[in-house]
């Protein structure tokens, strides 16, 4: 819906609570929408930004296998992986080969194809946990601003959609 369709800030909110409405939002939407959370977000950042730096080549370091190392890329294509729908496909992928690698092999915790693909998992997880709550603060933070709803519609960083789901109307209703 745009900006002259969108419902009134009340009804959104009643819509949103029985599920009539729903939230679309774009990821340059999400800083401007999260009233005081950036720093819980910085921190969440930092986790799939900066911790592959400091995780893998801290247990490199510990088994004393420096090939581990290559585990940071493998985190990396994790957060990568995790940026659009188009890319999830590697994951996928990644899953796949895990699983008819562990069949055929077994499974263990010290092949490297195991600790790459966990490398990506944490990735691909730390970076979709950081967007969700992106998500969900923004969203709670329309909700609970009636101005910060009229401005998110007006300059299009927020789209309201209906989900489909049909509204029971009783008979004095018709």
């Known amino acids: 819906m745009n900006a002259r369709t969108a419902p009134p800030h ?3 909110v009643k819509g949103l609570a029985d599920k009539r409405y729903g939230v679309a939002t774009n990821s340059r939407s999400h800083h401007l929408l999260s009233k005081g959370l ?3 977000f910085a921190v969440l950042v930092h986790l799939y930004m900066l911790g592959p730096l400091l995780i893998v080549p801290t247990l490199a370091y510990v088994f004393g296998n420096w090939w581990l190392l290559f585990g940071v890329v493998a985190c990396y294509v994790g957060v990568f992986s995790a940026t659009g729908a188009m890319f999830r496909f590697i994951i996928v992928f990644a899953t796949m080969f895990c699983i008819g690698f ?3 092999g077994g499974f263990h915790l010290k092949q490297y194809v195991t600790f790459f693909y966990l490398c990506a998992l944490g990735g691909y997880f730390a970076y979709a946990f950081a967007d969700n709550f992106l998500a969900v603060s923004a969203e709670r933070a ?4 009636p101005e910060l709803y009229e401005k998110a519609v007006t300059q299009h960083l927020l789209d309201v959609v209906s989900t489909g789901k049909r509204q ?3 008979d004095s209703q018709l």
């Open 10 to 12: 009340a009804e959104f």
């Open 38 to 40: 950036n720093i819980t």
């Open 102 to 104: 562990w069949l055929h």
């Open 142 to 145: 329309v909700v609970q601003y």
């Open 168 to 170: 029971v109307l009783n």
